[in-house]
Structures are given as structure tokens and as C-alpha cells.
């Protein structure tokens, strides 16, 4: 059990952090819930109180014997604040005291996930700007907001992350017990997520089961550090939807390939994490084929591109940039031939890419579960563990062996 301590900012989005408090508290950990005077008037404290199952204060002088603003920072393993306004921003930035949420930021050493959500013009004003970057440099992570319906009728950028998102990224920093780092920023991170969907007739195909909540988890944590990120996206089962993401819609390997090859030429790092199906039907059928008295007409099969091979010697002819990093997957079962890290690195071999994350698959893991464990191999030679864990801290691994290796700018 982790004590997580939920600051709540005078926002429209106050509403949503219910949804935050009981992924925290139904995770069995201890959540404060610290509303500021502001948010009070979106959401009431017995709201906050029988959510979290403890007593709310938004004021240094309530529980003055407890010395409360000193006690919660101190004990804290989390502090998440959502909805961060931009004067709750504003007010961190400057270092206040002036309310219990505001004192405690100023005692907690645990990492802070900064939330923020307003209007595009506020979230875009040079003071937010320069605020988001103060707290960035200090090892605050400040989750970039999504676009998309703001408070009334209007849309753009501003809108707080889904809590789904935002509990993903709280449960990454109590697993990191550290701050995530700011070390992509201003990269251009390709990554391709799900299965690809191979058309035999208008209404049949064949696919595989891939969900994508590892290549999306590549993505939302890219994002969260600092990078652009372009997400190629085949067919997926409730992945998320990471805020401050591209998404590019994709069905067929041909589809994926073509996307993939024109987009990996702005790309600084590339992530071949979809599954692509190896074979399609040689022909799609106009109409829905149908049953027939001869019985199933046979499947002609032709072999798929090989993307990641293919995205790999573009580079080498010098269609892609040579510094590119491209980083491939592979899901592999052990057989006659070899364990999982055997097949992992005559894979590695053959594509000639230089990261590859190797899973085991098989009975029940990796594909469409929430967890994940797996080796990262280097093109170098060097081989590094990725215990079981979730995939999105699985994913911020990955990206920590990245970004150690994407040259600098
Ligand atoms: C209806 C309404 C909605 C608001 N929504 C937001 C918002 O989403 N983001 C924001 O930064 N400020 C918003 N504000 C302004 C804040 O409430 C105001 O700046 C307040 O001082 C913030 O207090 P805090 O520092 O305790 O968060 C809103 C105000 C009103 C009246």
C-alpha cells in the first residue's frame, strides 16, 4: 500500500478526478484528497471524503496539531493534482504556501504528476508555457493535455487526460519510485500498435490477437516524455487513449507499411510494435463469399512485406536518416529449435535493427493482458531483463534504453 495524495485544483475537469481517487483507492492504496478553496465549488469535500474514506482540508490552519501540511507532503509516495489549473501552476511555479495543497507540494520528495486542464488560449499563454517548463526542470511530470471538448461547446487543446490516463501514469511513477524523465523532448517518435487485418471478402478477414496496449503504452510514455508521437494503429481492444498522441488508423500490413515508410523519414526513433500478419489472401472477394454446396473455397496465401527489414535498409540507402533509432518486437514461443532469447537474437540478426524487445507468448502472456516481461536485446550485443510488470512500465523501460542511445540534437 502506497500513500497517494490527490491535490484538486479549482477546474471544470474537478469532476472527473473522482474517477482517479477510486483507481487509486481500489488499488488498495491510502489516498488524501487536498482540494484547493477553488475546487470546492465544482465538487464538494463529502464527496472527496467518502471517496478516499478520509477527511479533507484545503487550509494549512485546519488539524493545526498534526502540523497537516508538513505531515501529508512528507508522507506521500505520489502527489498527483488534477485538474492543475493555471493558477495552481502558477502559484507551485512560485513557490506558495497559501493553502494546504499549494504547502504541501513544498514538503513532498515523492515524485508529482501535474494534470493540467483549461482553455487552449490559457494553456497556450507564454506565462502557462514558461510555468509547464519550470515544473518540468524541477522533475515535476506534467501530463500534456489532450485535444478535444473543453468546458462548453468549444474544442481544442486543454482538456484534461481521461483518469484512466492519468491513473496509467500515477501507477508508472509509484512503480519508477521516480521522477519520469523530460528526455525526448522535442523528438519525433514513430511507433506502430495493434494487428493488421488481412480483407477476404467486404465483411472477413484475417487478423490476430494482438490488443496494442503495448505499442500504446510506448506511445503514451513517449509522449509523457516530451516527444511527438505519431501512433500507427491496426485493430486494438481497449487500449487507452493516450493524450497528446497522433493516431493514424490503419487495417492492412500493405496499409501499415505505407504509413510506416513515409512517416519514419521525420521520425527520430522508430517502434515496430504492431503485430503484422506474415501472409494476406492472394485475392478479396467483392461480395461476401458464400457458403457454396462444394464446400470452403481454398485460401490463397502471398507473404506481407517484412516492415521492419524493409524500414531497415531504407536507412541504409539513406531514405531515412542514418541517426534513426528503429526498434522492433518480436513474440516468441520457444520450440526444437531454441528458448524465446534464442529466436530473439537470431531475430535481431537477421533484421539488423538496433533495439529489439522480445516477449515470450503463449499461454495467456503477452497478448491482450495488462502485463508484460521480456528482454531488450541491442544490436551491441548487450541483453537487459524487463521484469514482469505493467505495460506501461514496461514501455517507460524500453524508452529509458532509447533515449540513451537517440543522439543528441
Ligand atoms: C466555471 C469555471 C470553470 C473554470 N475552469 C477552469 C479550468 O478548467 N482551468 C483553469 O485553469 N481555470 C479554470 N477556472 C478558473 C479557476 O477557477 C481560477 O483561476 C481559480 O482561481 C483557480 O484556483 P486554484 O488555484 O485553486 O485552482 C474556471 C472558473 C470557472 C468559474
Redesign the pocket.
Known amino acids: 500500500m502506497s500513500h497517494v495524495l490527490i491535490g484538486v485544483?479549482?477546474?471544470?475537469?474537478a469532476y472527473k478526478v473522482c474517477s482517479v481517487i477510486r483507481h487509486f483507492t481500489e488499488a488498495g492504496h491510502d489516498v488524501r484528497v487536498v482540494p484547493?478553496?477553488?475546487?470546492l465549488n465544482f465538487v464538494g469535500a463529502a464527496t472527496f471524503e467518502a471517496l478516499s474514506g478520509n477527511p479533507v482540508s484545503t487550509e494549512v490552519f485546519d488539524d493545526v496539531d498534526e502540523v497537516a501540511h508538513v505531515a501529508l507532503g512528507r508522507k506521500a509516495d505520489l502527489v498527483v493534482v488534477a485538474?492543475a489549473?493555471?493558477?495552481?501552476m502558477a502559484?507551485a511555479v512560485a513557490g506558495r504556501a497559501d493553502d494546504l495543497l499549494t504547502a504541501s507540494l513544498l514538503t513532498a520528495t515523492c515524485p508529482v504528476l501535474f494534470v493540467p486542464?483549461?482553455h487552449t488560449e490559457?494553456w497556450q499563454h507564454p506565462a502557462t508555457t514558461a510555468n509547464v517548463a519550470t515544473l518540468r526542470e524541477r522533475g515535476v511530470t506534467v501530463m500534456t493535455p489532450a485535444n478535444g471538448r473543453l468546458?462548453g461547446a468549444d474544442t481544442g487543446a486543454g482538456r484534461m487526460p481521461e483518469p484512466t490516463e492519468i491513473g496509467l501514469i500515477g501507477d508508472l511513477l509509484l512503480d519508477r519510485a521516480s521522477a519520469l524523465p523530460y528526455d525526448l523532448a522535442g523528438r519525433e517518435v514513430l511507433v506502430s500498435a495493434g494487428g493488421t487485418r488481412e480483407a477476404l471478402d467486404p465483411v472477413r478477414y484475417l487478423g490476430n490477437h494482438s490488443s496494442g496496449k503495448q505499442g500504446y503504452a510506448l506511445a503514451r510514455a513517449a509522449a509523457q516524455r516530451g516527444a511527438h508521437v505519431t501512433l500507427v494503429a491496426g485493430a486494438t481492444s481497449d487500449p487507452g487513449e493516450p493524450a497528446g498522441v497522433d493516431i493514424v488508423d490503419i487495417d492492412s500490413a500493405v496499409e501499415l507499411e505505407r504509413e510506416m515508410s513515409r512517416r519514419a523519414r521525420d521520425a527520430d526513433v522508430v517502434i515496430m510494435a504492431a503485430a503484422v500478419a506474415d501472409f494476406r489472401p492472394v485475392d478479396i472477394a467483392g461480395s461476401k463469399i458464400k457458403k457454396g454446396a462444394e464446400g470452403p473455397a481454398p485460401i490463397h496465401l502471398d507473404t506481407n512485406p517484412d516492415i521492419l527489414a524493409g524500414l531497415v535498409q531504407s536507412r541504409a540507402a539513406g531514405d531515412i536518416p542514418r541517426q534513426t533509432v528503429i526498434v522492433g518486437f518480436a513474440a516468441e514461443t520457444g520450440d526444437e529449435d531454441g528458448g524465446v532469447l534464442d529466436h530473439g537474437r537470431a531475430k535481431l540478426r537477421r533484421k539488423g535493427c538496433d533495439l529489439l524487445v522480445v516477449n515470450a507468448v503463449g499461454d495467456g502472456k503477452a497478448f491482450g493482458t495488462e502485463d508484460n516481461a521480456g528482454w531488450i536485446l541491442t544490436a551491441e550485443g548487450n541483453e537487459t531483463a524487463l521484469p514482469f510488470g505493467s505495460k506501461t512500465l514496461m514501455a517507460s523501460r524500453i524508452l529509458d534504453e532509447v533515449a540513451a542511445v537517440v543522439p543528441h540534437s
Do not use: E, Q, W
Not at 484547493?36 to 475546487?39: L, S
Not at 489549473?85 to 495552481?88: C, G, R, V
Open positions: 485544483g479549482g477546474g471544470i475537469a484547493t478553496r477553488a475546487a485538474p489549473t493555471a493558477d495552481l502559484r486542464a483549461m490559457m468546458t
